[in-house]
T-cell receptor, first 117, second 116 residues
């Protein structure tokens, strides 16, 4: 079974540019999460999709970040315009059914390292 | 508010030594879940264990063991007879009850280096 995949693995952009990160969850997982780790700090939650609906977007830092999950499969996270403080590693995770024991674990992808210069 | 503290930023030991990674948490939920993840050099976060707040039994899986103590709000992770392949960053995390917010709250991570 394929794991969570993320693209690209690295992205270097200039301040003011736009970047779109993609996440493909494990097949059959309705729940998809975005997290990010800014240099030297803890991994922080950004948002949670259940299928195509946003269940919780309390961690989104500002309106420069836009997440979508059309069709309830893969998700994109767009940063527009990017700022220096957006640099970090963006992780995606998926889980099968967050309401049921045994299907709750979040499985993470390798992350996208974003550098804004 | 939920919070996870991993006070040890970096630990370095010699192979075959035992090592314990500390994790202390704060939460107002009566039902909650605790996790440990491993981040090897390849970058992905690998799930190691989940423990719910009603189960205080210690767990052992091979060379790995976990000590959950509700009285001290701690969920420590011990590696026995460490090996070089155990070198990684380890994260402790916390989430609320199944019906509530599902986001994971992470500690800052402990970078573990096992020297041959």
């Amino acid at each position: 079974e394929a794991g969570v995949t993320q693209f690209p693995s690295h992205s270097v952009i200039e301040k003011g540019q736009t970047v779109t990160l993609r996440c493909d969850p494990i097949s059959g997982h309705d729940n998809l999460y975005w997290y990010r780790r800014v240099m030297g700090k803890e991994i922080k939650f950004l948002l949670h999709f259940v299928k195509e609906s946003k269940q919780d977007e309390s961690g989104m830092p500002n309106n420069r970040f836009l997440a979508e999950r059309t069709g309830g499969t893969y998700s994109t996270l767009k940063v527009q315009p990017a700022e220096l403080e957006d640099s970090g590693v963006y992780f995606c995770a998926s889980s099968q059914d967050f309401r049921r024991e045994g299907s709750y674990e979040q499985y993470f992808g390798p992350g996208t390292r974003l550098t804004v210069t | 508010a939920q919070k996870v503290t991993q006070a040890q930023t970096e630990i370095s030991v010699v192979e075959k030594e035992d090592v314990t990674l500390d994790c202390v948490y704060e939460t107002r939920d009566t039902t909650y879940y605790l996790f440990w993840y491993k981040q090897p050099p390849s970058g992905e976060l690998v799930f190691l264990i989940r423990r719910n707040s009603f189960d205080e039994q210690n767990e052992i899986s091979g060379r790995y063991s976990w000590n959950f103590q509700k009285s001290t709000s701690s969920f420590n992770f011990t590696i026995t007879a460490s090996q070089v392949v155990d070198s990684a960053v380890y994260f402790c995390a916390l989430s609320g009850p199944l019906q509530g917010a599902q986001k994971l709250v992470f500690g800052q991570g402990t970078r573990l280096t096992i020297n041959p």
